[in-house]
């Protein structure tokens, strides 16, 4: 069983930033990649950002590109979604996800609010 932990959520103004952590309670070779998801009120889940433990290119949605970076430290066992330029639109609760070998989120943590006030 793998547990994930968000962090680092909160009240910002239009063109500030925010660093979201995402903790994970089970060793990186556990699962294939993490993935951070938000949801804003009334409207369904979407893809923001995700990165494999192992390295690669990391994958962003175009409304992410360009002002978010997802980077990992493993030794930590720790995702981290950095958010510049922050926007009132990027308002949502946060939401990081464990992929496994099969393809499959898995695993979900419990969400951090980030709210934008513009």
């Known amino acids: 069983q793998v547990q994930l932990v968000e962090s680092g959520g909160g009240l910002v103004q239009a063109g500030g930033s925010l660093r979201l952590s995402c903790e994970a309670s089970?060793?990186?070779?556990?699962?294939?990649?993490v993935g951070w998801f938000r949801q804003a009120p009334g409207k369904e889940r979407e893809f923001v950002a995700a990165?494999?433990?192992?390295?690669?290119?990391?994958l962003y949605a175009d409304s992410a590109k360009g002002r978010f970076t997802i980077s990992n430290d493993n030794p930590k066992n720790t995702v981290y979604l950095q958010m510049n330029s922050l926007k009132a639109e990027d308002t949502a609760v946060y939401y990081c996800?464990?992929?496994?070998?099969?393809?499959?989120?898995?695993?979900w943590g419990q969400g951090t609010q980030v709210t934008v006030s513009s």
């Open positions: 996800a464990a992929e496994n070998w099969n393809g499959v989120y898995e695993y």
């Open positions: 089970a060793r990186t070779f556990t699962f294939f990649r």
């Open positions: 990165i494999r433990w192992s390295g690669g290119t990391p």
